[in-house]
């Protein structure tokens, strides 16, 4: 009998479950023997349009398994969190991906991260939710603004040290890696290789470090700099190849980062595992922050309109990508959790000499001083 490829059928995926959603549906499918994640990813558009949803997103649970995620209209038009979503351990809710569901900082997964975006794109604000919800952990954060602090200085009750220029930024980097090869003496005493092995008792608390625009560490005005600049470059790589281990992450905002910051800017962002691009003005800064990781989610960054602050392309080394946007939050609720949390701060001495100055919150309502009263 002779074989006709046109009689054969294919077999359409099994539907395993259903449960709706504050947002729409999710449908679990049991893929056949032949078909795999990219072939129904391939067919969402189609999907879309056949039922009528805003959209529709393939998740891969498990192998043979994927999870159809529906919205019934724009979540990002305005967003709002799940009610789940709350830091713990260290995992930091962020933001709202484009199928409803949070998207996390998880460092322990993702332990460094790249920021970009142009002015006004929602950077500064992905930022405070960053800091609004690592200020209610059992962590130290260390800022570097080498803007004179404009950013960061309002957290200043919840920072551990707080660097403003780049001579302050290099002697707290150099200490960063002081501390960093502490802990590995104190991993190799207790025969462990990661710092979540130690015993409760004797382990250090988690470091993150916040660097608001990069390219102040990297670039120089005059030929003296030089070597200050080396140091920078030097401890930042050291610390993104290393630090995992040790409990120290990193969070480096910017709004380009590419090659032409100078030496060690490449080898640097090739440590940079996590990745968040807003809106950006030119194709190529998109290609800096997504072109080695998820080079189709470039278009996305460059049509992103500049009326949607906040939203962005969230993704990794392994290949995922998904559009996000940030909740709003004001400089004021950012600084009121720092506030509320100051207690959190952890005792590490060696940050002590960047310890930043924090003043005397300010009391409501009628003085208490008496005023003078006018003499003839």
């Avoid at 999710?26 to 949803?53: F, K, N, Q």
């Avoid at 991906?97 to 322990?108: I, K, P």
């Avoid at 070597?227 to 709004?255: N, P, Y």
């Avoid at 800064?285 to 949607?308: F, N, R, W």
């Amino acid at each position: 009998m002779r074989f006709l490829p046109d009689l054969v059928q294919p077999v359409p995926p099994k539907v395993r479950r259903v449960r709706g959603t504050s947002t729409g549906l999710r449908i679990t499918l049991r893929l056949p023997a032949g078909l795999e994640p990219a072939d129904v990813v391939a067919s969402s558009e189609r999907l879309r349009h056949a039922w009528g949803v805003h959209s529709v997103n393939v998740t891969e649970t498990k192998p043979g398994f994927v999870e159809l995620r529906m919205t019934g209209y724009d979540v990002l038009r305005r967003v709002r969190m799940p009610r789940k979503a709350r830091p713990h351990d260290m995992i930091v809710p962020v933001a709202l991906r484009e199928d409803g569901t949070a998207f996390v900082r998880d460092y322990r997964k993702v332990p460094m991260a790249l920021t970009l975006g142009a002015n006004q794109s929602g950077k500064s604000m992905y930022q405070r939710n960053l800091v609004k919800g690592l200020a209610q952990l059992p962590v130290a954060l260390v800022g570097i603004d080498c803007k004179r602090g404009v950013e960061q200085s309002a957290y200043a009750s919840r920072l551990s040290a707080l660097a403003t220029t780049p001579d302050d930024a290099a002697s707290l980097l150099d200490v960063l890696v002081a501390e960093m090869e502490s802990r590995f003496d104190l991993l190799s005493l207790h025969g462990v290789s990661d710092l979540w092995e130690l015993p409760e008792t004797v382990r250090p608390a988690p470091i993150v470090v916040l660097v608001d625009e990069i390219a102040e560490l990297f670039l120089i005005s005059s030929r003296k700099d030089e070597e200050r600049r080396e140091r920078l470059v030097t401890s930042l790589i050291r610390l993104a190849q290393m630090a995992r281990a040790a409990g120290i992450f990193l969070e480096i905002c910017g709004q380009r980062f590419g090659s032409e910051l100078g030496k060690g800017a490449t080898m640097l962002r090739a440590q940079l595992t996590g990745r968040v691009v807003h809106r950006v003005n030119d194709k190529q800064t998109a290609e800096m922050g997504l072109g080695d990781v998820a080079p189709e989610a470039v278009p996305l960054v460059t049509t992103i309109p500049p009326d949607k602050a906040g939203l962005a392309v969230a993704a990794d080394s392994s290949g995922g990508w998904s559009r996000i946007r940030t909740p709003m939050t004001t400089p004021a609720e950012a600084t009121a959790v720092c506030r509320e949390f100051a207690h959190l701060v952890p005792h590490l001495p060696a940050l002590d000499p960047f310890r930043p100055y924090v003043p005397a919150p300010k009391v409501d309502g009628p003085s208490l001083v008496k005023p003078i009263p006018a003499t003839d």
